[in-house]
């Protein structure tokens, strides 16, 4: 254990905790000390990356909760501080697409299911709004703590074929900013809210989407994607966590209401 950031003994809570990218940064904040809680709607997939960080010597539990429901997240919200105490940040990391929310040959914008679109915008958005209630009003008495949302490149240029994803990811960066203010404006400056803006990284989500399942290989959109980012590459889990690190520390305690790209430079490339 290190404490180069100053988060010894902090409490860290992570919604979609079990997945890929938030697994990694909950291991990144157990190893500066801070006691991690992972929540996920998968108890189970908690559980497993919180066993694996007390095996490496941190403290970390699993707790299960829908981020779509109130009560579930609030719920959440009082095992945490039960077990471990208040949670002095809040990382937003539940989301995602669906499948019949995205545009291909055989399913035209015009089709979408409306219901499916529903789903991608209320997972991504108020997945994000309502745990940032649950934990923000404790924030808020205790006037002083870190949200960090994760919000997508898409947020800044819609990507073809995930319409209702690009959508939400773009109203999860312009609640991060409203929050910003309200926060510090109602409640006091040390509660600071920023979000994270990925490029492309693999995931269970997309891994085949992005490469090919039985080779490996690119496949057409993969190939774009890296022909598109600078640095050549997807992201990998260890991208995200310099980045984290530093926006949940005392070391960024004048910035809010930033969206940080963390994304190779596919933002700053035109393709030209």
Same mark, same amino acid.
Request: charged share 15%; glycine share 14%; hydrophobic share 40%.
């Given at each position: 254990m290190t404490d180069n950031w100053g988060l010894a003994r902090k409490v860290a809570a992570i919604t979609g905790g079990?997945?890929?990218l938030c697994s990694a940064i909950g291991k990144a904040l157990a190893a500066q000390g801070a006691r991690v809680a992972l929540i996920d709607v998968r108890p189970e997939a908690a559980e497993r990356e919180a066993d694996a960080i007390r095996r490496a010597g941190g403290t970390a539990i699993g707790v299960a909760a829908n981020v779509l429901d109130q009560s579930s997240v609030f719920k959440a919200r009082e095992a945490i501080e039960k077990a471990l105490g208040p949670a002095d940040i809040l990382i937003n990391g539940a989301g995602?697409?669906?499948k019949e929310a995205t545009t291909s040959p055989d399913l035209s914008f015009?089709?979408?299911?409306?219901?499916?679109?529903?789903w991608v915008l209320e997972l991504n958005v108020l997945g994000t709004m309502i745990p940032c209630q649950a %934990?923000?009003? *404790?924030?808020a008495e205790r006037k002083q703590g870190v949200i960090l949302?994760?919000?997508?490149m898409n947020a800044f240029r819609p990507l073809t074929r995930i319409p209702a994803y690009s959508a939400a990811k773009a109203a999860v960066s312009n609640f991060t900013q409203w929050l910003?203010?309200?926060?510090?404006?109602?409640?006091?400056?040390?509660i600071r809210v920023n979000a994270l803006a990925p490029g492309f990284f693999l995931t269970e989500q997309n891994r085949f989407l992005l490469t090919d399942e039985k080779t490996g290989a690119l496949t057409p959109r993969g190939k774009s994607i890296i022909d598109h980012?600078?640095?050549?590459?997807?992201?990998?889990?260890?991208?995200?966590?310099?980045?984290?690190? %530093?926006?949940? *520390?005392?070391h960024a305690r004048f910035i809010t209401g930033v969206v940080l790209p963390v994304d190779g430079g596919f933002s700053?490339?035109?393709g030209v």
């Open positions: 079990g997945g890929v995602g697409n669906k015009f089709a979408l299911p409306p219901d499916a679109i529903r %934990f923000g009003a *404790s924030m949302s994760i919000s997508s910003a203010v309200h926060m510090a404006q109602e409640y006091g400056p040390a980012t600078p640095v050549g590459r997807f992201g990998e889990p260890p991208d995200l966590i310099g980045a984290t690190l %530093f926006l949940v *520390s005392e700053a490339y035109s």
